[in-house]
């Protein structure tokens, strides 16, 4: 079946610091892969998404690349701010069980001055 | 461009009770997806509707029902409410169910509680 793995938090870090937050799936077809952060209060917002394998989503700093030879799609900032913190989820999506996403856990960011 | 609204923003019942949520999609989008966000648990999924029709739900007793309108906007019912369906109820719109690849936009959600 379908299912999200990703680390478990929270995560604090200092401003400036580089971030990764892990995330592997299992498919059982070709899946798309995308990362939802939801601000406090909020709902959840697209951040980045990734269609196919090699494929590099990007927004806001942020980095995600599809790796089909690990399946995983690692979230990565080369430099975090204090409005970075949040809960972030990754999730998937798969043409074998029509738009039905998945998610994972989420994992709760703290970025401090 | 309006997106995803929910009603209402919170709502409190007590066990027993049915509960009616409430979401409106982007216009244009013809997909409403439903999912539970219980405290420690991520996101669930619960139901899909498309033009209408429920197309797949998640792991939830019959209890949990909805239904899509004309409109395209959307209800989600809740009959004999237990205290483990406190939970903030996330709704999601999509363009429509052609492709896997289409993007869910998400509304704030209700919060419900139920004592």
């Known amino acids: 079946g379908n299912s999200v793995t990703q680390m478990e938090g929270p995560v604090t870090l200092s401003e400036e610091a580089f971030l990764t937050i892990n995330c592997t799936y299992t498919?059982?077809?070709?899946?798309?892969l995308f990362w939802y952060v939801q601000y406090p209060g909020e709902g959840l917002q697209l951040l980045l998404k990734?269609?196919?394998?090699?494929d590099k989503g990007s927004n806001k700093g942020f980095e995600a690349t599809y790796r089909k030879e690990t399946t995983s799609f690692h979230l990565e900032k080369g430099s975090v701010q204090v409005s970075d913190s949040a809960v972030y989820f990754c999730?998937?999506?798969?043409?074998?069980?029509?738009?039905?996403?998945?998610f994972g856990t989420g994992t709760s960011l703290t970025v401090i001055p | 461009e309006a997106g995803v609204t929910q009603s209402p923003t919170h709502l409190i019942k007590t066990r027993g009770q049915q509960a009616t949520l409430r979401c409106s999609p982007i216009?244009?989008?013809?997909?409403v997806y439903w999912y539970q966000q219980a405290l420690g648990l991520g996101l669930q999924f619960l139901l899909w509707?498309?033009?209408?029709?429920?197309?797949n739900r998640g792991n939830f007793p019959p209890r949990f029902s909805g239904r899509q309108f004309p409109n395209y906007s959307s209800e989600l019912n809740v009959n004999a409410l237990e205290l483990e369906d406190s939970a903030l109820y996330l709704c999601?719109?999509?363009?429509?169910?052609?492709?896997?690849?289409?993007?869910?936009?998400f509304g704030p959600g209700t919060r419900l509680t139920v004592l």
């Open positions: 990734a269609t196919k394998a090699d």
């Open positions: 216009s244009g989008h013809t997909s």
């Open positions: 999601a719109s999509s363009l429509d169910s052609g492709g896997h690849e289409d993007t869910q936009y």
């Open positions: 509707y498309d033009e209408g029709e429920e197309r």
């Open positions: 999730a998937l999506s798969d043409v074998n069980t029509g738009n039905q996403f998945y």
């Open positions: 498919a059982t077809g070709y899946p798309s």
